[in-house]
């Protein structure tokens, strides 16, 4: 099942936090999340395996807890650079590193 | 190469033309993973490869879908007798090992309008 993320959409001035959620139904050997800026690809931000909490980027990081198979994107003192649409990706066990990716949130920084 | 690879970029066909689409991973990559994306949309899994064998294609929408792989490497996406909900952006991602690890890169897709 397709992993759910709220906000949907969130409008952030330069500097301020925000916090991106994803949560799934399903036990999860993995979180990853990417940006995707209009017109391009998504990037790759991070993974966050069961277990264990990965810092990225600076200023970006995220948390995994897998008893409640969520996981959380903090983004602080954002930046115009971090505009785009987040989207988590959730992975199974067994699942051969296939990724159900969720719809995705929305992230514009104004100035 | 230095990043994944999909061609063409762009693609207009009519309704009921075969397309192909290819995606060139990053050399050394084993894993190659296809997914669409419809405007504003998520990702939307299609299939995906552990070398050239295919163990997940479960999310192939129809049996005018296949996908193969050779040498390890190139992929080919081909869809028969194109419709018009195929439109979308088909994107290819390949990874370093099994199971991911490192995260996915992304081409920068194919995309395809059905007129």
């Known amino acids: 099942q397709q992993p759910v993320q709220s906000p949907q959409a969130v409008i952030l001035r330069e500097g301020e936090d925000a916090v991106i959620n994803c949560s799934s139904s399903k036990a999860l050997y993995s979180v990853h999340w990417y940006r995707q800026k209009h017109g391009e690809a998504p990037v790759f931000l991070m993974i966050?395996?069961?277990?264990?909490e990965q810092k990225g980027h600076e200023k970006i990081s995220a948390s995994f807890n897998e008893k409640k198979q969520q996981s959380s994107l903090y983004l602080t003192a954002s930046q115009l650079s971090y505009s785009g649409t987040y989207f988590c990706?959730?992975?199974?066990?067994?699942?051969?590193?296939?990724?159900?990716f969720g719809q995705g949130t929305e992230l514009s920084v104004k100035p | 190469g230095a990043g994944v690879s999909q061609s063409p970029s762009n693609k207009v066909t009519e309704k009921g033309k075969d397309v192909e689409l290819r995606c060139d991973p990053i050399s050394g990559h084993t894993a190659l993973y296809w997914y669409r994306q419809s405007l504003g949309q998520g990702l939307e899994f299609l299939i995906y490869?552990?070398?050239?064998?295919?163990?997940?294609k479960s999310g192939l929408p129809s049996d005018r879908f296949s996908a193969e792989r050779t040498g390890g490497s190139v992929s080919t996406l081909t869809i028969q007798r194109t419709q018009q909900e195929d439109s979308a952006v088909y994107l290819c991602?390949?990874?370093?090992?099994?199971?991911?690890?490192?995260?996915?890169?992304f081409g920068s897709g194919t995309r395809l309008t059905v007129v």
């Open positions: 991602a390949s990874s370093l090992a099994y199971g991911g690890a490192g995260g996915y890169t």
């Open positions: 966050l395996l069961k277990g264990g």
């Open positions: 990706g959730t992975e199974g066990y067994n699942q051969g590193g296939k990724l159900i």
């Open positions: 490869f552990q070398g050239n064998s295919a163990p997940d």
